[in-house]
């Protein structure tokens, strides 16, 4: 008899047993479900991939202009012989949080890309991607079916990729914000399925000890990585994995520890710990909103959302708590290691509240906290589905992970569109800073409220011109005081296309020369970028830079003239080829300070 055949009793006076076929209609629906789910977590990168591509800005922004300054004391600590210096900057702290690893890529960027932020997004999006995988092995090694696996990796690949997390993806600075979540879990894959293998054995030892160096690369790459070695310790005790596991662990993470306050000042500013204690339901309820990030319904749907997830956590504690095997079977290790990530997402939603909750709750909503609870999710459903032993707890786990992969795909749908749709006006926004700060002109009132800190802007801009990086690297940068032929494809004949040129205003705040440029393009970018325009003046030369709006037949800009010039605009097709959209002369403005 095969293994997918059962023997079912006969009718009463039969003597011979009938053998009879599973229904097939269970797993055909299974599989059906699955292909479902896969197809929305392919739409969900896709348009996350386009999203991010569409959106890119060289420009720095907030925290990467202190990283611009760090830059250029590394290269002339470098350049006066000084590398014990340079290695030290390496070291300085940022706020909380010691970025030593994240600062090589920004450094490699700068080298490299010049400081376009393009390895920094690569390293982004291939980190997510290898945290998705890593997720899928676990549930493979967890012991779900072949359509669960691909059932539960599409929901962990749509949440990872999720645009509800659209400051990681828009903002090259969050290399450590999405690098020490991939850190810590592979951490915790590799201690578990070391201990499993033992750790006097070579291949238990080598496991173990990649563990305990990602333990010190999570602690320097952002301030919640020093948790991964408690968690650590944590996993050994409930896996009872002897004395010997339980104090290296202990061990690595104090060592970790010491080695991240060598030479630290604390922020004289934080909360006192009394009043911490006395405002724990706000820290907590800051906690449990983390969590629930994804949730689109509100700061109370977050915060019961995410008192779900620690729920289920504690669950999955007990019930591995209770069992005691975990490391008998690769099964349990996956288990445990997902365990692990999910205990470590919660704790650092945990200190994360201790630092940021006294700002407010309605904070819990920025959407760089969804790349933890992203983490925090997938490995709480894959454990959730795959630790039951058959019986009413099996099919409990299973509700629950169901329901909450329900929850959170539902919200992840929703808001992709929303979320989109952010991201290409900040990028709008940021596409007028490049065109102002490539002109010169800085201190714009209407940037203001999305360009943080202005005067640290207006001083590192000379240091990006002198090392040319980011705007200042591109060919735009060089086109000043050129023909518009300059910015064509070699050999390239002009293009005949719709549009106008509507105004050329001057503005005294931005200068004496300074001028507000706007019209519109029948061109259409096919790679979903804006459209780029140039503004050449009476002899010919280019004085200015416009950007279209996306899928917008609107530009605007900015450009250096007098009031009574006469200036000439010009569109470039994706061929590279120009279109002349008009000409029209500058009309005076208001005065300054009007």
Known sequence: MSAAERIVPGPAGCGAARLRHPPRWSALAAWIGAAGLASLAVH???????????????????????????????LQALQGGRAAAALQLLFEPHNEHRLVFPRLVFFADYRVFGGSGLLDKAVILATQALQAALLVWLAVRAGAGPAARVALGAVAVALLFSLQQGENFVWAFQVQFVGVFACASLCCALFAFGLRSGVAGRGGARRVAGAFALVVVATFTMANGLLAGPVLVALALLA????????????????????????????????????????????????????????RFGLASRIALGACGLAATA?????????GDALRSGRGAAQLA??????????????????????????????????????????????????????????????????AAAVLLEATAAGQGDREIEMERRAAQYGAMEDAMLLGFYDLPALRSFVE????????????????????GTRDAGLLGRP???????????????????????????????????????LRSRSGRPGRVYVADGEGRIVGFAHTGVGDARWTGYARARPGAVLAAWALSDAG??????????????????
Do not use: K
């Not at 290296?248 to 010491?258: E, I, K, R, S, Y």
């Not at 692990?340 to 200190?351: D, E, N």
């Not at 120009?578 to 300070?593: D, N, T, W, Y």
């Open 44 to 74: 969900t990168v896709l348009i996350t991939l386009l999203t991010v591509a569409r959106t890119h800005s060289a420009i720095p922004q907030a925290d990467e202009w202190f990283s611009v300054e760090l830059y250029d004391r590394f």
């Open 240 to 295: 009872r994995a002897g004395r010997l596991a339980v104090v290296a662990a202990a061990a690595v993470a104090l060592a970790a520890v010491a080695a991240f306050f060598a030479g630290y000042h604390p922020d004289a500013g934080g909360e006192p710990t009394a009043d911490l204690l006395a405002h724990l339901p706000r820290v907590v309820a800051f906690a449990a909103g983390y969590l629930g990030t994804f949730s």
């Open 315 to 323: 669950a999955v504690a007990g019930a591995l708590a209770m069992r």
């Open 338 to 403: 997902l365990l692990g990530i999910a205990l470590f997402a919660a704790g650092s939603a945990l200190v994360t509240a201790v630092g940021r909750s006294g700002s407010g709750l309605e904070f819990v909503g920025s959407s760089r906290y969804a790349t933890g609870a992203a983490c925090f999710w997938g490995a709480t459903i894959v454990n959730l589905w795959t630790l039951g032993r058959g019986g009413l707890p099996r099919r409990a786990g299973r509700l629950a992970a169901g329901l």
């Open 453 to 472: 800190p202005v005067d640290q802007a207006r001083e590192m801009e000379p240091v990006l011109r002198r090392l040319h990086l980011s705007i200042f």
């Open 484 to 522: 518009p032929s300059a910015a064509a494809a070699p050999g390239a004949p002009p293009l005949a296309c719709a549009g106008s040129f509507a105004s050329a205003i001057a503005e005294p705040a931005l200068g004496a020369d300074g001028v507000a440029v706007a019209g519109t393009s029948g």
């Open 577 to 594: 080829r120009l279109c002349r959209l008009g000409e029209i002369p500058v009309s005076a403005g208001p005065p300054p300070g009007d």
